[in-house]
């Protein structure tokens, strides 16, 4: 009987030592993966510098070209994704900018979502 019963304590202490380990590794795991693949403070700072910069440079391209009102229009940069929002008062300038926009070293892609519109609120 004293056998069985070291038998089952000896059991017992086995399903918890290997439920222990096996525990510690999936955790061990998931952090480490965790660790990789969110970004750093450093990082996150230097994209949105790096975003920052590209859409002033957007923005001073699209006021140095030709007939171009940036009045109404805001730009956003995101990884090299380039988003256009606004209003120009002629339906050329739509296309003009997005062309001015792909032409800017960093731009990897233009959504363009300006839309004609009336400046000064149409009175």
Request: proline share 2%; charged share 20%; net charge positive.
């Amino acid at each position: 009987m004293k056998a069985v019963d070291l038998l089952k304590a000896l059991g017992m202490v086995m399903c918890v030592t290997v439920a222990s380990s096996a525990y510690a590794q999936s955790s061990d795991a998931a952090a480490t993966s965790a660790d990789s693949a969110a970004p750093t403070k450093a990082q996150k700072s230097t994209t949105k510098k790096t975003d920052r910069k590209l859409g002033y440079d957007v923005r001073r391209a699209l006021s140095k070209a030709q007939g171009f009102d940036v009045s109404n229009v805001f730009v956003r940069a995101r990884g090299g994704a380039v988003t256009l929002t606004g209003t120009v008062p002629e339906g050329g300038q739509i296309a003009q900018a997005e062309e001015v926009a792909k032409g800017v070293p960093g731009v990897k892609s233009v959504s363009n979502k300006i839309t004609l519109g009336v400046q000064g609120g149409g009175g």
